[in-house]
């Protein structure tokens, strides 16, 4: 009973094609949030998303857009993929319930190797 | 520089031994969290501190929160090869549950 899955776990592809990478959550939470973590380890916050707002981190690109079909779902839409797009991406689930602070809970990743 | 430090960047410790990681913020801490990630895998939960002085342990791993140093600390008492993996805290440190991450302790425990 995986809480919070990705597809496809890797991806290799080559430069300048268009790819998704699918997020589902079966915790029943509202807000939903892509993660990338480079090379060095380093992990940074793109997207968080609920029903009522997307709060998008200012250093990502706009070939970056996530699409969210229902609440259980939030995918990552990349356009134009770059060498430097090349990365380990992870989307996370948490109920942000009235200001109160609730954990974040992980998916496995989906390594994306651009060719 | 980063919002969060963590330190040391890596640890080889041998089993058995304790072991302190650090994680400094550069502004208030609204949460923090730390996890795990094992090679190739996802991020795991380990805890989430909210309040100065705030401790919370699970099995052999305690963490602390100090607010007014804007500081936690993450202990393993008597290490084991299964607690070997990166360890990263990650805080909200601007109220929207937006989490920033350290850049991650990577800890070897030597059987």
């Known amino acids: 009973d995986t809480a919070v899955s990705q597809t496809p776990k890797y991806l290799v592809t080559q430069m300048g094609n268009d790819k998704s990478i699918k997020c589902e959550q079966n915790?029943?939470?509202?807000?939903m949030y892509w993660y990338k973590q480079d090379s060095k380890k380093f992990l940074k916050i793109m997207f968080s998303?609920?029903?009522?707002?997307?709060?998008i981190n200012e250093t990502v690109p706009n070939r970056f857009s996530p699409k969210s079909p229902d609440k259980a779902h939030l995918n990552l839409h990349i356009n134009s993929l770059e060498l430097g797009d090349s990365a380990v991406y992870f989307c996370?689930?948490?109920?942000?319930?009235?200001?109160?602070?609730?954990?974040?809970?992980f998916g496995p990743g989906t390594r994306l190797l651009v060719l | 520089s980063q919002e969060l430090e963590q330190s040391p960047q890596s640890l080889i410790v041998q089993e058995g031994k304790n072991l302190t990681i650090n994680c400094t913020s550069s502004?208030?801490?609204?949460?923090l969290y730390w996890y795990k990630q094992k090679y190739g895998e996802g991020l795991i939960f380990l805890m989430m501190?909210?309040?100065?002085?705030e401790e919370k342990s699970h099995e052999k791993i305690t963490a602390k929160l100090d607010e007014k140093k804007q500081q936690s600390s993450l202990h393993i008492t008597a290490s084991q090869p299964s607690h070997a993996g990166i360890y990263l805290c990650?805080?909200?440190?601007?109220?929207?549950?937006?989490?920033?991450f350290g850049g991650g302790t990577r800890l070897m425990v030597k059987p």
């Open positions: 990650g805080a909200d440190l601007a109220s929207g549950n937006m989490l920033t």
């Open positions: 998303y609920n029903n009522k707002e997307l709060i």
């Open positions: 996370a689930s948490s109920q942000r319930t009235g200001g109160i602070r609730e954990t974040q809970y």
């Open positions: 501190l909210q309040k100065g002085g």
């Open positions: 915790l029943g939470h509202d807000t």
């Open positions: 502004k208030t801490l609204y949460g």
